[in-house]
């Protein structure tokens, strides 16, 4: 009889297992996110032009310049992304979605995609008081991108922007500039 309430708590502990384990990632993957995303955020602020300063160097954008992304509030309350640039003289413009799945706990966390249903995670790290710089990056290490609504900064900007990045642990070595 002892033996037969040990299999059975063995089975639902078996059973409840995989319950568990996605409480604990979740409750890992938000406490990230509380940890890398702005605690206070202004969607409508947000909006409008951000021309890309540096970023690290991926596919999609590789070769790029005079990168910029427009936001546009939608009434729905997500925003349409319209995302720019020059490669090898021509211009090119992908269009996509962005959504702020948890605008009450993350602010600082939207959800971006440009494919079908596919969203990945748009992590605003730091934006001024004045919605004039931010820096961006994704629940990974993968990406950064420095946005300014003007196509450059000053000097003591950029540094201040690089100094923030690498104190949320991004390396600076990886950054590249962009030109506007």
């Known amino acids: 009889m002892v033996k037969n309430r040990q299999k059975k708590w ?4 078996l059973l ?3 319950f568990l384990l996605c409480g604990a990632c979740k409750s890992s993957r938000e406490a990230d996110m509380e ?3 702005v605690k206070h955020f202004d969607l409508s602020r947000f909006m409008g032009r ?3 300063i540096a970023r ?3 596919r999609f954008e590789r070769g790029m310049t ?3 992304a427009d936001y546009i509030l939608l009434p729905d309350g997500t925003v349409r992304v319209v995302n720019q640039g020059i490669k090898k003289g021509k211009k090119k413009e992908i269009t996509g979605k962005a959504r702020q799945p948890d605008p009450d706990t993350f602010p600082g966390h939207l959800e971006v995609s440009f494919f079908l249903w596919y969203y990945y995670d748009y992590n605003v ?3 001024d008081s004045a919605y004039q710089h931010a820096i961006v990056g994704s629940s990974s290490d993968k990406y950064l991108w420095i946005l300014s609504r003007t196509p450059s900064v000053s000097d003591k900007e ?3 922007l690089l100094e923030i990045a690498k104190q949320r642990g991004y390396g600076l070595t990886r950054l590249i500039e962009v030109e506007q």
């Open 10 to 13: 063995w089975g639902l502990t």
């Open 16 to 18: 409840c297992l995989p």
């Open 35 to 37: 940890a890398a995303t």
């Open 50 to 52: 951000w021309y890309e």
């Open 56 to 58: 690290y160097d991926h």
């Open 66 to 68: 005079h990168v910029t």
């Open 125 to 127: 790290l730091y934006v």
């Open 158 to 160: 950029l540094d201040k």
